[in-house]
C-alpha cells in the first residue's frame, strides 16, 4: 500500500566528495514538509568509500549496494522499485536542495493528471539558470533535446507545461511512475531517459510542469565526465536520441526520421566521423528492443483505457499552452 509521504532516490556512483554537501540540506528540505520520508541510495558500484560514508553518517539511508556498475536508468529504477511513499523525487547526487524546495512543488498532486514537476536548476556556485521548464520544438521531424523557457514575469500562480522533467530533480507521482515501469533501461549508461520517461507520461495523458519557486543547485555531469571519455559520451548521446526517436515517432514522420538518419549517416562518412557510425550500429543492435518499447506504450494505454497521443499531439498541447503565457527562451 503507497503511503503520504516522500521517498528520494538518489542514484550514486563515486559521489562521496558530493554526498557530503547534499545530504543534510536534503534532510532540512523534507523536515520542512513534515511529511513522513525516507531517503535511499542506489549506489552503481561505487568505488571511492561512497558506501562506507553513508552507513557511517547515515544509517538511517537505505542503502542499495550494486554488484555491477549499470549505469543511470537501471539505478535508479532499483530505488524506485523499492519506494514506499506515495511522491517519489529522482535527485543527482550533485543536486542540493533549498530548504523550502517541496513547498512550492505539493501543489502540483491536487490535480489527478499530473505525472510530475521540477524546480529550476541553478549553478552550483553562481546564480545562472541551468534549467527551467523544457521547451518542446522540432527541427525537421526531429524534437530537439535541449531549449529552456521561463515565464518573463514569474508568479506562484503559473502552471508552466515541460516537456519532459530532469532525473536531477523531478518529484513524481509514484503510482504513475509504477504504471509506466520506471525509466527504460536500454538508455544506460546515461542521456535522454528522462525525457523518453516524461514524453511517455505525456502520450499517456499526464502533465509535467515546472515550478520557477522550487530551487535547487547542480554541479554539470560531474559524475558523466568523471569517469566517461569525450567520445563515448557522443556516440551514447547520439545513440539515445535515435532510440527516443524511433520510440516515439510513428507513421510519415518516423520513415522521414530514417530517412534524415540515412542522409546524416552518409554525410558522416565523408567527414570521418566514425562515432556517429557507431551511434547507428548501437541502434540497429536494438531494434528488437525498440519494438518492445513501443508496444509497452499501447499495453500500457489500454490498462489506463485511452488512447496513447502521438508525439506531435503532445508537442502541439504543450505549445498551445504556452502561446498563452508571456515567456523568454534560453
Not at 58 to 72: A, C, Q, T, V
Not at 125 to 138: L, S, W
Amino acid at each position: 500500500m503507497i503511503k503520504k509521504g516522500i521517498s528520494v532516490v538518489i542514484p550514486n556512483y563515486n559521489g562521496r566528495e558530493l554526498l557530503v554537501y547534499i545530504i543534510p540540506p536534503l534532510l532540512k528540505a523534507l523536515k520542512k514538509t513534515a511529511l513522513p520520508f525516507e531517503i535511499i541510495i542506489s549506489d552503481d558500484n561505487s568505488i571511492d568509500d561512497s558506501i562506507f560514508f553513508i552507513e557511517s553518517e547515515y544509517p538511517d539511508i537505505i542503502l542499495i549496494k550494486n554488484s555491477n556498475n549499470r549505469g543511470f536508468s537501471p539505478t535508479i529504477n532499483e530505488g524506485i522499485f523499492i519506494s514506499n511513499f506515495d511522491y517519489v523525487l529522482l535527485l543527482n547526487n550533485d543536486v542540493i536542495l533549498s530548504e523550502d524546495y517541496f513547498i512550492p512543488l505539493l501543489r502540483y498532486f491536487e490535480k489527478e493528471d499530473t505525472f510530475g514537476v521540477m524546480g529550476k536548476i541553478i549553478g552550483w556556485d553562481d546564480d545562472q539558470i541551468q534549467d527551467g521548464a523544457k521547451y518542446p520544438n522540432f527541427h525537421g521531424v526531429k524534437i530537439k533535446t535541449n531549449g529552456n523557457y521561463i515565464s518573463k514575469h514569474p508568479a506562484k500562480n503559473d502552471w508552466l507545461y515541460s516537456i519532459y522533467l530532469s532525473g536531477a530533480n523531478a518529484l513524481i507521482d509514484r503510482k504513475k511512475l509504477l504504471q509506466l515501469r520506471g525509466f527504460d533501461e536500454m538508455f544506460a549508461p546515461f542521456y535522454v531517459e528522462d525525457y523518453e520517461l516524461s514524453i511517455r507520461a505525456w502520450r499517456l495523458g499526464w502533465k509535467c510542469y515546472y515550478e520557477h519557486f522550487a530551487v535547487c543547485r547542480h554541479k554539470t555531469s560531474f559524475s558523466i565526465k568523471k569517469k566517461n571519455k569525450k567520445k563515448y559520451i557522443k556516440a551514447i548521446y547520439n545513440r539515445n536520441k535515435m532510440f527516443l526517436h524511433s520510440i516515439h515517432l510513428s507513421g510519415m514522420s518516423l520513415l522521414l526520421y530514417f530517412i534524415q538518419l540515412t542522409a546524416e549517416a552518409i554525410l558522416n562518412i565523408i567527414l570521418l566521423r566514425w562515432n556517429y557510425l557507431h551511434s547507428i550500429r548501437m541502434l540497429l543492435f536494438n531494434i528488437e528492443n525498440i519494438k518492445k518499447a513501443r508496444k509497452n506504450i499501447f499495453v500500457v494505454s489500454e490498462e489506463l483505457e485511452r488512447p496513447a497521443m502521438s508525439l506531435r499531439a503532445v508537442v502541439k498541447k504543450i505549445r498551445l499552452e504556452i502561446k498563452t503565457k508571456e515567456i523568454e527562451l534560453f
